[in-house]
């Protein structure tokens, strides 16, 4: 017996023992949610860990890239991961064998290698696993099935990563210097905007164009003998009023008939399962969700193991999935509603995923989860069930109405469902919901040559509707048509374009619009005007003035850039990496062969005015140049120019304003800033507009304008309340003051208390309550936090120290 054994009683031998078995597998996923999952399939031989997302990424705030050295990319890892990455070393140095699990992407490849690359892993001990549901079979069936790290997939996102980059860091300098600094540009986000922008012209553009459609209603017997209303409609539209009335005066005379009967059998079928972006675009229509809502409840939904893996364009389901669909709706509803169906993906490139979006087994209906996983589940199930049901059958009758003495008919139709089939669980929603009319209805018994008598003919002007503005349902599915971006990318992409402020999301009400109805009822001609609201909008998205100007600029000087067919090929060459067909280094290097030189023309052509500049016309009590220009806080209107001898004077615009179709009138109205609204406690209260927006101004002290109030619009009572919210969050801010050192202060700030001392910020630790500090806990803090900062080398230092 050794000393080890002699000595330690038994039960620590194995618990020992048993620690150093549970070593002997380690299994690094991305997110601590698919690890809790996972480990709950593996037995105590496996241990699963979180590597969190990447450990390593390209430096934030430098190129980190060599275009010299063939585009090879600077890794770092951020300090935010060290310690998790030296975890993950002891881990792994404690491991017999390391299984990489992320997913099965090229962004899960990505971390794969990364992790394979920084822990310094071996081939011989390490596996690569994937799998695209959690479930136990999967997870072990992945064990029995490992394969090597796929580094065509790993240079596929690579090259995305590296080109985007590229186009960020060059692109970026240029619109600070000749648009506004502090702006931004990315590849697929700039044609993002570029498609919003041409919407919002196209509407901007668009004439309206009346025309009256007109309906009748006719009296017909239904099978009890008992007279019913059938509504018929018009074959074409007229043009003007005019006409509009001469054809309901030519039909108080007419007689009509039926002219012909056909009775018809049509079928619809279900829709394919859900791919990531028709799963992004259905919860838009149906549950109203944000398209990066939609993808955090997905993912949420996988890695607890409910669904599918949710970054797919396969609309491909497994043998697995249509045997237990089959067998669920069989159970639930019969034999007569199965029909096994096997779709294929039309979308080009597709390669992110083997198989749809589906539950995970195809039994449960329902899930335990928050409000939002149950809908997003109930969703997903429905339309995979669906997809797997038979068509739904129905019978469309067109009766054919002839009016005598005229060539013109009407035409009633009629629709009912013989047998439901997958409508009994599912209907497929559209952007344009709200203009389809529902036809299912049965029109009464008709027979050929019948006559009928006719109730009120109406002729309802309507106008021709302008495009529609992009949901980000809607403007995902556009980039998907174009062939535009990934699965992995919409969401980013939709969400990039806001935060940036070139895109916003928002409501347009309605306008009220005046229409014209005649009425043709019991011989008499009645004219009738009536008005609508018309225009509504809810959460569409809305070019800025600083997202048009942008993209104007890129189109001018980087057009292959903002080129459709363009960034949609760079989405096959990347898909030509991830299949081994090309080296993504020469991608790069003919990418850049041409962008480079456009980038430098771009910085030293010189404009007559700044970029995205509209002369609106002269300002008539000075006789100045009146302008609108992106300034350096947003849009501003200019009277003046930089040549005269008085400063230029500045407003910036009012929301709802735009650069494009400002007027100028409407910019000389800005210029009625600053007015007075009053007094208050015996000071004047005035109201302005500032460089930093609209402001309040009461005895010298300045309080910001909310975005929600209009300088012209504000009252002195509205004014008030701010002054004394500014007060009441002053107060708040200042904890703590001492006589004897009147520099020194305890305040809240915006990341929590701290300590203000002769211009320097000290931080207040948590465990610590800042109302509870003297002044020589205070001075303790200080020192020892410049204590702290001057023990760090300075790079002087270093360089001293390396020379020594």
């Known amino acids: 017996m050794d000393l080890f054994s002699y000595f330690c009683p038994d039960f620590l031998i194995q618990a020992i023992t048993e620690e150093r078995v549970m070593q002997k597998n380690l299994v ?143 692109l970026s300098p240029v619109l600070w210097k ?39 209603l006719f009296l ?114 019969g034999e007569r509603y199965v029909h096994p169906r096997h779709f294929h993906t039309k979308t ?87 203009e389809q009319e529902n036809e299912s209805h049965l029109l009464p018994p008709l027979k050929k040559g019948q006559k009928l008598e006719h109730g009120a003919i109406t002729a309802v002007e309507r106008f021709s509707q302008r495009p529609p503005r992009y949901t980000e349902a809607s403007l995902v599915r556009k980039l998907e048509e174009l062939g535009i971006g990934r699965p992995s990318t919409y969401a980013p992409t939709i969400s990039t374009i806001q935060q940036r402020e070139y895109v916003e999301k928002g409501n347009k009400e309605g306008e009220e619009r005046n229409f014209n109805v005649l009425i043709l009822s019991n011989g008499k001609l009645a004219d009738e005007e009536r008005t609508e609201i018309t225009g509504a909008e809810k959460a569409k998205l809305f070019p800025t003035d600083t997202g048009t100007v942008v993209n104007d600029f890129l189109t001018e000087y980087f057009p292959d850039i903002l080129d459709y067919n363009f960034t949609a090929s760079v989405e096959k060459e990347f898909d030509e990496i991830a299949e081994g067909e090309a080296q993504w280094t020469s991608i790069l290097k003919d990418f850049y062969k041409h962008f480079h030189p456009s980038v430098e023309n771009a910085l030293t052509t010189k404009r007559e005015h700044k970029v995205g500049e509209r002369i609106l016309g002269q300002d008539p009590t ?95 009572e509205e004014a008030e309340q701010l002054i004394l919210e500014k007060r009441a969050k002053e107060v708040a801010r200042h904890i703590k003051r001492f006589e004897e050192e009147p520099e020194l202060e305890i305040l809240n700030g915006r990341f929590g208390p701290y300590i203000a001392y002769k211009g320097s910020n000290y931080k207040i630790p948590k465990d610590r309550v800042p109302q509870d500090l003297d002044l020589a806990a205070c001075l303790e803090l200080i020192k020892a936090q410049d204590e702290k900062k001057g023990d760090a080398p300075t790079k002087g230092r270093r360089t001293a120290a390396k020379k020594k």
């Not at 309901?248 to 009509?256: M, V, Y």
């Not at 039926?258 to 049509?266: K, V």
């Not at 004047?684 to 500032?690: A, F, L, N």
């Open 178 to 216: 000749k648009v506004k600094p502090a702006l931004s540009a990315g590849r697929v986000q700039s044609v993002a905007v570029r498609l919003i922008v041409e919407r919002e012209r196209e509407i901007n553009a668009f004439q309206t164009e009346a025309a009256y459609r007109v309906t009748a």
């Open 622 to 716: 000075t006789g100045k140049t009146v302008s609108v220009k992106i300034g350096r806080f947003g849009p501003v209107v200019q009277i003046g120019t930089v040549e005269d001898e008085e400063k230029p004077k500045f407003a910036p615009l009012k929301k709802g304003h735009s650069m494009e179709t400002l007027t100028l009138e409407d910019a000389l109205e800005l210029f009625k800033l600053p007015r007075t609204l009053g007094e208050y406690e015996g000071k004047t209260v005035s109201v302005g507009v500032g460089r930093f927006g609209p402001y309040v101004l009461h005895n010298k002290v300045y309080v910001s304008l909310p975005k929600t109030m209009d300088p012209m619009e504000v009252t002195l």
């Open 220 to 333: 017909v017997p239904d099978e009890k003998g008992k007279q019913v209303e059938m509504k018929a409609e018009l074959g074409r539209r007229i043009k003007t009023k005019q006409e509009a009335q001469a054809f309901l005066e030519a039909c108080q005379g007419a007689t009509f008939s039926i002219e012909d009967i056909s009775t018809r059998p049509l079928k619809k079928s279900p829709a394919a399962p859900f791919t990531t972006s028709t799963l992004q675009q259905e919860a838009a229509r149906k549950l109203g969700y944000t398209v990066a809502q939609t993808m955090r409840v997905a993912q949420r939904l996988y890695e607890s193991g409910f669904i599918t893996y949710m970054r797919t364009d396969s609309v491909n389901l497994s043998e697995y999935a249509t045997t237990g669909s089959k067998a669920a709706i069989s159970q639930m509803m």
């Open 348 to 434: 080009k490139g597709a390669q992110e995923a083997h198989e749809a979006i589906r539950p995970t087994y195809m039994e449960h209906s329902a899930i335990d989860g928050t409000a939002q996983e149950k809908k997003l589940y109930e969703l997903i199930w429905k339309r995979t069930i669906a997809s797997q049901m038979a068509d739904a059958e129905l019978e469309k009758t067109t009766a054919a109405i002839a009016m005598s003495g005229s060539s013109d008919q009407f035409t009633a139709v009629g629709e009912v469902i013989k047998f439901d089939g997958f409508l009994r669980v599912y209907r497929e929603s559209y952007d344009d919901d709200n």
């Open 28 to 170: 690094i996923v991305e997110s601590p949610a698919k690890a809790k999952t996972i480990e709950k399939f593996l037995g105590k031989d496996f241990k699963v860990l979180s590597s969190y997302g990447h450990i390593r990424d390209l430096k934030k705030k430098e190129f980190s890239i060599d275009i010299a050295k063939d585009f090879a990319p600077n890794y770092e890892i951020p300090a935010d991961k060290k310690a998790l990455v030296n975890t993950l070393k002891t881990e792994a140095k404690q491991a017999d064998t390391v299984w990489l699990a992320s997913d099965e992407d090229r962004e899960g490849e990505a971390i794969a290698w990364h992790l394979y690359e920084v822990l310094k892993l071996k081939p011989e001990n390490t596996k690569r696993i994937v799998f695209h549901e959690i479930t136990k079979s999967a997870i072990l069936n992945a064990i029995e099935h490992p394969r090597h790290i796929n580094i065509d997939l790993v240079n596929a996102q690579q090259a995305r990563r590296v080109l985007d980059r590229i186009v960020g860091f060059e």
